[in-house]
């Protein structure tokens, strides 16, 4: 198994089984949906979409954060059965998604946060040339164990990249997905949490932005992804590459 996505709900235990086979994997690098809550006018009623990118798509909602924090216990305490004792969690999250992930992490034994990587993603240019950074997407990482103490001589973590919704070109060409993230910001991520050769598994392909990095990077990958065009997709452009 080199690259794989099969369409599954990361949420039952059948899709994780028929995706790894009972094999642990050593990373855990995914972007689950995000703790968007439903948008409701002052009677309760939900709102309709107002046809923006995050309203449209393969996008979830919540109820509540309590919902959240419950389907954040669903997928993350099937996903911790799976992984390498050593593995890490790298989980991406926007604001309201931060305090439900890590308490679900820090129950099933991921006491560590070891810390917080930022995306400073870059908007648009104005006339004048400059270009201004909307921090909305960080990926939290999280450990079993306590990290050992940094080699003087071993280059910095690096915990920041600066890109553009679609710098490398990739959205576009593989759907437009909401949740894509360029190369460029999933690269240290992968250098930094996983090894060449590992397996690194993702339960939220989306457009297959993390596992089409690992594969570039030398690892391993296996996903999974509820929507079945999605995840058709995704095996496409995995199949793609060398």
């Not at 790298?90 to 679900?104: H, K, Q, Y």
Request: proline share 10%; glycine share 10%.
């Amino acid at each position: 198994m080199t690259a794989r996505c099969l369409p599954g709900d990361a949420t039952q235990p059948a899709a994780w089984q028929a995706l790894l086979g009972g094999r642990p994997a050593d990373a855990l690098i995914t972007d689950p949906p995000y703790c968007l809550l439903v948008r409701r006018r002052k009677g309760g009623d939900a709102r309709d979409p107002k046809g923006r990118k995050i309203d449209s798509g393969p996008v979830r909602r919540f109820e509540d954060v309590r919902e959240y924090r419950a389907f954040t216990q669903a997928w993350l305490s099937l996903a911790a059965q799976h992984l390498t004792a050593e593995a890490p969690l790298v989980v991406w999250t926007n604001l309201l998604g931060r305090e439900p992930i890590t308490a679900v992490a820090r129950a099933l034994g991921f006491t560590t946060r070891v810390g917080e990587f930022v995306w400073g993603k870059r908007t648009r240019e104005s006339n004048s040339g400059e270009a201004l950074l909307r921090v909305v997407e960080t990926a939290l990482v999280f450990s079993r164990t306590a990290p050992a103490p940094p080699d003087p001589g071993a280059p910095a973590v690096p915990w920041s990249a600066v890109a553009g919704y679609d710098d490398d070109g990739e959205a576009g060409r593989w759907g437009n997905h909401p949740n894509h993230k360029p190369f460029g910001v999933l690269e240290p991520l992968l250098r930094t949490w996983s090894l060449p050769g590992q397996l690194v598994v993702d339960p939220f392909a989306g457009s297959g932005s993390i596992p089409a990095a690992a594969l570039r990077l030398g690892r391993r990958t296996a996903c999974l992804e509820l929507e079945p065009e999605w995840a058709s997709r995704v095996q496409e452009r995995l199949d793609g590459l060398p």
